[in-house]
């Protein structure tokens, strides 16, 4: 079974501080989403990547695939607030029962 | 109106009874998925839908059943609850299985307590 690795598992900064976190793998994966999660809610999309090196933005979130397809990160910019939650990756690792999700990062950003 | 909802959206239970969490979904998409979310484990697959009555069993699927007899619902059933399954059960639904091409809408989730 494939594994998604996300850390750091925990993360706690102030508002207006950048941060980076991390989705990793020793498999490769044909492509991969975020989602960021809320309390008492389900996971919402944020981004789905699919080629190797490909870099998306959304305001001030910037998501990047690895050139091997074995990794990921997501960096915030000048986070605030409204940025706190669970942020989880999910890959595909090539079939409907690899579909695999990381145990996610979860961010608190304090005012 | 939520194109997910799933009910009830908390649930104590007995250790030994059976329950039942539904989801509906009014997106008419043809896969859903049932999810439990423990900490330290994150997400794992129940089971899983790919039209009306066509299911398949995920990771962690021991203890539990589906049925999809409609393409909008999805019911998972505990058969004896044990302890083990007290958990937050969340519904997804998708309009194909590529992540490529497609992602999940997941419902707000169910918080199931077996005592």
């Known amino acids: 079974t494939q594994l998604l690795e996300q850390s750091p598992q925990f993360l706690s900064i102030q508002e207006g501080e950048n941060l980076t976190v991390y989705c990793n793998s020793s498999s490769v994966f044909s492509s991969l989403q975020w989602y960021r999660q809320e309390p008492g809610e389900g996971p919402v999309l944020l981004v789905t990547?699919?080629?190797?090196?490909e870099v998306k933005k959304l305001k001030r979130l910037t998501f990047q695939f690895g050139d091997a397809r074995k990794d990921s990160s997501l960096h915030i910019t000048a986070a605030q607030p409204g940025d706190t939650g669970l942020y989880l990756c999910?890959?595909?690792?090539?079939?409907?029962?690899?579909?695999?999700f990381g145990k996610g990062t979860k961010l608190s950003v304090k005012p | 109106d939520a194109g997910i909802t799933q009910s009830p959206r908390h649930k104590v239970t007995e250790t030994g009874t059976p329950v039942t969490l539904r989801c509906h979904q009014t997106e008419n998409h043809r896969y859903m998925y049932w999810y439990r979310q423990d900490p330290g484990h994150g997400l794992r697959l129940i089971h899983y839908?790919?039209?009306?009555?066509?299911?398949d069993k995920g990771e962690v699927s021991d203890g539990y059943s589906v049925s999809r007899s409609k393409t909008e619902d999805f019911l998972l059933t505990l058969e004896s609850a044990t302890s083990s399954q007290t958990s937050v059960y969340f519904c997804?639904?998708?309009?194909?299985?590529?992540?490529?091409?497609?992602?999940?809408?997941f419902g707000s989730g169910t918080r199931l307590t077996v005592v």
């Open positions: 839908s790919y039209g009306v009555k066509d299911t």
């Open positions: 997804a639904i998708s309009e194909g299985p590529s992540i490529a091409n497609y992602g999940y809408t």
């Open positions: 999910r890959g595909d690792g090539g079939s409907q029962g690899n579909l695999i």
């Open positions: 990547v699919v080629t190797g090196g």
